[in-house]
């Protein structure tokens, strides 16, 4: 990394969120063990981060151009492993999102991750290493954000979902994940969920009476909606013409 340290330092002050720890509820399970740093006595994410910071990759779409180089896990017994990625590629997100994909009871891991000629794709780590992850967007400085993972359909089986370049195309992907795979089952145009420069993404899925939504904006932001999907067809209901953060916010806490 070139980037000098008042340089890092003030974007970390004002970019408090980016590779910020995030936590879930210790599970126990029981997997194969890949010893990559410290003891594995018990082989459950308990939280990660990204790490690493790097100005390898030019693309500056959250606000400046550092994004990261590697990803660390701390285990429920307080192993950490790193996972760092070759140098064409970064991770290229605000913070890793830990999520329960296949009901055992422990979390993987959902990332951005680019490669600096193909650009972003949504992948999947776990304990040891990389599950799997979409198709890259075919191009440099093309970028996905994230809305995270539900059962959307209320199938049993988790979806997880972003928007496909959302100063461009600006369509809503779903993918499902099931047995370690990701199939393309959905897709939306005419929504969004960030702005060129916005140090955040806006909205996500929230569940409000029971039903999973995903929140987002239409494409010229002028209206905040939520959209359901029930495994064939798309229910979109508007909530109003107030697309600003706080009001992305009331509607992720269902007001």
């Given at each position: 990394m070139t980037r000098e340290a008042p340089r890092l330092l003030s974007r970390f002050l004002r970019r408090p969120a980016r590779g910020a720890l995030q936590k879930v509820r210790p599970w126990l399970m029981s997997l194969a063990l890949v010893v990559l740093a410290g003891p594995v006595s018990a082989d459950v994410i308990a939280a990660a981060r990204y790490t690493e910071p790097t100005d390898r990759y030019a693309h500056g779409i959250l606000g400046d151009a550092i994004e990261w180089g590697a990803?660390?896990?701390?285990?429920?017994?307080?192993?950490?492993?790193?996972?760092?990625?070759?140098?064409?590629?970064?991770?290229?997100?605000?913070?890793?999102?830990?999520?329960?994909?296949?009901?055992?009871?422990?979390?993987?891991?959902?990332?951005?991750?680019?490669?600096?000629?193909?650009g972003g794709a949504f992948a999947i780590y776990g304990a040891q290493g990389k599950i799997t992850e979409t198709p890259h967007i075919g191009t440099r400085n093309r970028w996905l954000a994230p809305l995270g993972a539900a059962d959307l359909d209320q199938d049993g089986v988790v979806e997880i979902a972003y928007i496909d370049r959302p100063h461009?195309?600006?369509?809503?992907?779903?993918?499902?994940?099931?047995?370690?795979?990701?199939?393309?089952?959905?897709?939306?145009?005419?929504?969004?969920?960030?702005?060129?420069?916005?140090?955040?993404?806006?909205?996500?899925?929230?569940?409000?009476?029971?039903?999973?939504?995903?929140?987002?904006?239409?494409?010229?932001?002028?209206?905040?909606?939520?959209?359901?999907?029930?495994?064939?067809?798309?229910?979109?209901?508007?909530?109003?013409?107030?697309?600003?953060?706080?009001?992305?916010?009331?509607?992720?806490?269902?007001?």
């Open positions: 990803l660390e896990l701390e285990m429920t017994d307080g192993a950490i492993r790193r996972f760092v990625l070759p140098r064409d590629h970064v991770f290229e997100d605000v913070a890793p999102r830990l999520a329960d994909l296949d009901g055992d009871g422990a979390p993987e891991v959902l990332v951005v991750e680019t490669d600096v000629m193909a461009l195309a600006k369509t809503l992907r779903i993918w499902r994940y099931k047995d370690g795979t990701l199939t393309d089952v959905a897709a939306m145009p005419g929504l969004t969920n960030h702005r060129i420069g916005e140090v955040d993404i806006a909205g996500g899925i929230r569940t409000c009476n029971g039903v999973p939504e995903m929140i987002l904006a239409t494409a010229n932001w002028s209206d905040l909606v939520a959209l359901r999907w029930d495994g064939t067809t798309f229910q979109r209901a508007t909530l109003g013409g107030d697309t600003t953060r706080p009001a992305f916010a009331r509607a992720m806490a269902c007001n």
